[in-house]
């Protein structure tokens, strides 16, 4: 691992950890036993190191939406790719829960959350579109567009709120996972879950 990934890597973790407002470009070279200089040397300050980390959500995120439509062949499904989807946010969890000092304290960060925040709300449109085609749900496109929009919310809660601190880090995923289908469940037809679903990322012919 070169010096930049190092960087980001402790960064990331630090980050996570502390929160980004508590954490300096310095306090990042000292935990990695570098000079200054030399972290200048990959980033001109916290601020390109936070664009660095959104930009690698952001391509974690597009790696998982090119996945969509080969693993997702039926409405049980989702809850894996939601648990996949949970575990990329957990990673750069620090992200989403100090979004305000993202937004507001390093504003030239402000049109790259943006950014991201569309892609996410389109990435949870695209999920309810693919879940319409496989088992009709039965809402409008303005009543599908608001469960997307609270799907993802609610994800986006659970990253910043956990409900059940003492649990690991996995078992608070699963949790989430599940509490965020039982917001899709009302919507599907009851023959559209079965109890032998077809194994994730293969979808056959369809």
Known sequence: MGTRERILDASLTLFNEQGTAAISALTIATALGISPGNL????RGKEEILAALLSEC????????????????????????????????????????????LRF????????????????RQTSQQLLQRLDRLSPLQLSQHERDQLADSL????????????????????QLLHSAATLFALLRPHLPETSISPAPAPHGQCGGR
Do not use: I, K
């Open 40 to 43: 200048y040397y990959h980033f």
């Open 58 to 101: 952001d391509l974690a995120l597009n790696r998982l939406y090119r996945r969509m439509d080969a693993e997702l062949c039926s409405a049980e499904d989702f809850e894996p790719f939601l648990l996949s989807l949970l575990r990329v946010g957990r990673h750069f969890r620090c992200l989403f829960r100090d979004q305000e000092v």
């Open 105 to 120: 304290a390093h504003p030239g960060l402000a049109q790259t959350w943006r950014r991201l925040l569309r892609q996410l």
């Open 152 to 171: 993802m919310l609610s994800a986006l809660a659970s990253l910043c709120f956990e409900l059940e601190p003492d649990n690991d880090g996995e078992a």
